[in-house]
Structures are given as C-alpha cells and as structure tokens.
T-cell receptor, first 114, second 111 residues
Framework: SQTIHQWPATLVQPVGSPLSLECTVEGTSNPNLYWYRQAAGRGLQLLFYSVGIGQISSEVPQNLSASRPQDRQFILSSKKLLLSDSGFYLC?????????????FGEGSWLTVV | ELKVEQNPLFLSMQEGKNYTIYCNYSTTSDRLYWYRQDPGKSLESLFVLLSNGAVKQEGRLMASLDTKARLSTLHITAAVHDLSATYFCAGDGDNTDKLIFGTGTRLQVFP
C-alpha cells in the first residue's frame, strides 16, 4: 500500500539553529512531493515541490531549502532558523490522473522556534 | 498565478442549522478539491470536483463547482458537533504539478 511518513512530529529549537525535516513515501515510484507550511491559525502555504530526484521548485523566497536525494525522500532544511519559521509543516505526495489529482499528506511536524 | 479565497474565515453555528462555505479562485482551474483538518492533525480529502456543474455529497456535506463563475461551495446540512474542523479548498490552476490552498474556514458547531 501507499504511505507517506514525516518526522519528527514535534520539535522546539532555538533561533539560529539548523533544521532538518524528513519525509519518505512508500509504495510508489517517481512521486511528486511537496512541502507546505501552516502558520498558527492560517492557511497552507506551498514552500517547495519536486517532480524528480534533484529537481526542486521553490515557491517562496526564504531561509528554508529542500532537497530530494532519493526518489522517495524529500528533506526540508534550514541553516539558521528564524522565529517566523514556527509553524506546522506538512509533506505531501500527489498522484496525477485524469480523474483528478490525489494528494496524500504526512502526519505533520510542529516546529516551534524559541 | 492561481489565487484561492475562502469565506467566511471563521464560522460558528448552532447544531441543526445549514450553511454554505464559498471558495473563489482567480484563474482557470479544471479541478477543485475540498479538505478537512482537525486541530493539530493533517488534512483529510473530502471531495474532488472535476467539471463544471459537478456536485458531490457525503453525509451532511455537499460540494459543487461552477467553473464559469470560478466558484465552489461546500454546503453543510443540519450541522452536528462532529463537523467542527477547518475546511480548505484547493485548486491546481493550469499547472497540475501543484495545489494552491485557500485560507481555510474554521467551523465551530455548538449545541
């Protein structure tokens, strides 16, 4: 079966520290992968998406970066976190089809920058 | 680029009442999606609307799509407390590689 996992689920980190969130997908190959952020009480903001290994599209200029070292692995990183990076981060995987795209979300990662 | 707007942003309603959440989008979007998010949780898919005039129903929720008006609606019939959640609409515009989400509508149903 097809599943998507992301971790860690919750983390609290000081300003200026690095960040690494990881997302992996099972049961499919060459998926389209996405990172979204949801600030407290806000909507979802698309941060990055990737249609293949090493291919990253950035939607919003910021101090975050993404990498796709393997087909089913998508990593969100930062070298130095800002307070404004706090939020709920969601990894997602989309299957494209004529019957509409199907998007699967990971469990989410709560990041609090202090 | 596609922009998606929802209203209202927050909705508090009594059990048993009906209400409609509206989703407007700025450019052509052949597909429109509705999701539900419980507090602190990930998103759950509710509906995928594929064509003009599409209507889908699941329990007390019914979604419709008018591509000419660039409008989708999520109608709630006889609300119950279990429907309390945040509801998002999303479209893929002319780029099927990504979904753009609305701001969400936080629904609170009280007795």
């Amino acid at each position: 079966s097809q599943t998507i996992h992301q971790w860690p689920a919750t983390l609290v980190q000081p300003v200026g520290s690095p960040l690494s969130l990881e997302c992996t997908v099972e049961g499919t190959s060459n998926p389209n992968l996405y990172w979204y952020r949801q600030a407290a009480g806000r909507g979802l903001q698309l941060l990055f998406y990737s249609v293949g290994i090493g291919q990253i599209s950035s939607e919003v200029p910021q101090n975050l970066s993404a990498s796709r070292p393997q087909d089913r692995q998508f990593i969100l990183s930062s070298k130095k976190l800002l307070l404004s990076d706090s939020g709920f981060y969601l990894c997602a995987w989309v299957t494209l089809g004529t019957g509409g795209n199907t998007i699967y979300f990971g469990e989410g990662s709560w990041l609090t920058v202090v | 680029e596609l922009k998606v707007e929802q209203n209202p942003l927050f909705l508090s309603m009594q059990e048993g009442k009906n209400y409609t959440i509206y989703c407007n989008y700025s450019t052509t979007s052949d597909r429109l999606y509705w999701y539900r998010q419980d507090p602190g949780k990930s998103l759950e898919s509710l509906f995928v609307l594929l064509s003009n005039g599409a209507v889908k129903q699941e329990g007390r929720l019914m979604a419709s799509l008018d591509t000419k008006a660039r409008l989708s609606t999520l109608h709630i019939t006889a609300a119950v407390h279990d429907l309390s959640a945040t509801y998002f609409c999303a479209g893929d515009g002319d780029n099927t590689d990504k979904l753009i989400f609305g701001t969400g509508t936080r629904l609170q149903v009280f007795p």
